[in-house]
């Protein structure tokens, strides 16, 4: 009994101390942006890597989750005989959940991972330790430019998976089911209101900061071996996924 | 250098692509049109009232889409709301005496023009005004006219009860 008393206390422990040691990571990376930003070139091949590399991914799933809420919201509404709002339901719902949350998890899966993995090998294979032998800062040229370019990509996926779920819940609705064309733009345009959209962007821009900054830093405290960098990339998908979920219940009761 | 200014290019791209999504989603701006652009014509009608119709709702004569509402306006002249018909030019018979109404399609849905077609042997040409209109029916309106019709004949009621016949017996 005391042994699990004890265990519990120990877990609990170590889940302050790596809250703790996520949000000094951060601190120093906000610190060091000043001078990261001077890197530029860097910044833009990470864009690269966890924005246009995930594009695919994300438009294709983007306009998948749109057609499946057109049929699903079609399903519905023509009920009450209202599938006029279709427009308006699926719009509000990607905007303000279904958008940012999926691409957030997607972004975790696809961008994160490798993030992860690559700065956690960086650290298996020492290359870490030699950049620091010759003065050179991991966190300013590895970790930094990696983090910024997650964050500058997530409220762009973000808005490309909004865009094209609308296109395919029209494809759905108005193409496949019928529903009146201008009912359904006229109507999503009269209920879409700006505000919509900056809450999805936000939670684009805030889900960006958590899920890369959770990547780099499981990879670069990720242990020196090839069971570590593996264990890391799995935490960064598991962390990654709640605290998306747990910040977007937050956002939403602090928005709403 | 050449891998680096791929890296540039899709790079730009995938920016430029996030951009433009994001300049779709705050203007909404997509061809809603309805495809009969080049050739269509505008009929104007006036309304005391249009209840919650939109720029965009659909016309249509008997059920069937025939154009769009292309502008809603007020006239301070005539005090009125003045509602802009764009008609798909493959319509181009429609008498001159047919009247224009609001409805609500469905108990929930959106409003729509419906047009319903007069007896005349001319027909509306670009820029004509629809002459005969009905205005939207405003839910809150018709449930007070029946509440006070209810409240006027109960107090009727209540005025002739002495006159009543008496309760049947048993």
Known sequence: ?????????????????????IARFLVRLIALIPAGLLRFRLIVAQVYNAGALSLVIIMTSGLFVGMVLGLQGYDLLQRFG????????????????????VTALLFA?????????????????DQLTAMEMMAVDPMKYVV?????????????????????????VQLVGVQMLGVDQGSFWSQMRAAVEFDDVREGLIKGVVFGI???????????????????????????????AVLTLVLDYLLTAFML | ????????????????????????????????????????????????????????????????????VDSIGYSMDALKAIVMLRIDGSYNRIPNDSDASIFTAGLLGGQY???????????YKDGDRVEFVQDAIVLENLISK??????????????????EPPAPKE
């Open chain 1, 1 to 21: 009994m005391t042994d699990l008393a004890g265990e519990l206390l120990g877990s609990a422990r170590y889940f302050v101390e790596r809250v703790g040691a």
């Open chain 1, 82 to 101: 209202s599938e006029d709002s279709l427009g308006t339901g699926a719009a509000l719902a990607l905007l303000r959940e279904l958008g940012p949350v």
């Open chain 1, 109 to 125: 899966g696809r961008a994160g991972t490798a993030l992860a993995s690559e700065i956690g090998l960086m650290r298996a294979t």
């Open chain 1, 144 to 168: 930094l430019p990696r983090f910024l370019g997650g964050v500058i990509s997530m409220p762009l996926l973000t808005a490309a998976f909004i865009a094209i779920g609308i296109f395919g």
């Open chain 1, 210 to 240: 958590a899920c890369s900054l959770i990547a780099v830093f499981e990879g670069y405290h990720a242990e020196p071996t090839a069971e570590g960098v593996g264990r890391a990339t799995t935490r960064t998908v598991v962390v990654s």
């Open chain 2, 1 to 68: 250098m050449r891998p680096s200014r791929a890296i540039d290019l899709s790079t730009g791209l995938f920016v430029l692509l996030g951009f433009a999504a994001i300049l779709f989603l705050v203007t909404q701006i997509t061809n809603r049109e309805f495809s009969l652009t080049s050739d269509s014509y505008h009929l104007q009608a006036q309304f005391e009232n249009i209840g919650g119709l939109k720029v965009g709702a659909p016309v249509s004569m008997a059920g069937v889409t025939v154009g769009r």
């Open chain 2, 113 to 123: 023009i419906g047009l319903t077609p007069g007896g005349s042997e001319e027909y």
């Open chain 2, 146 to 163: 029946y509440l006070f019709s209810q409240a006027g004949k109960q107090s009727e009621h209540n005025a002739d009860s002495t006159t």
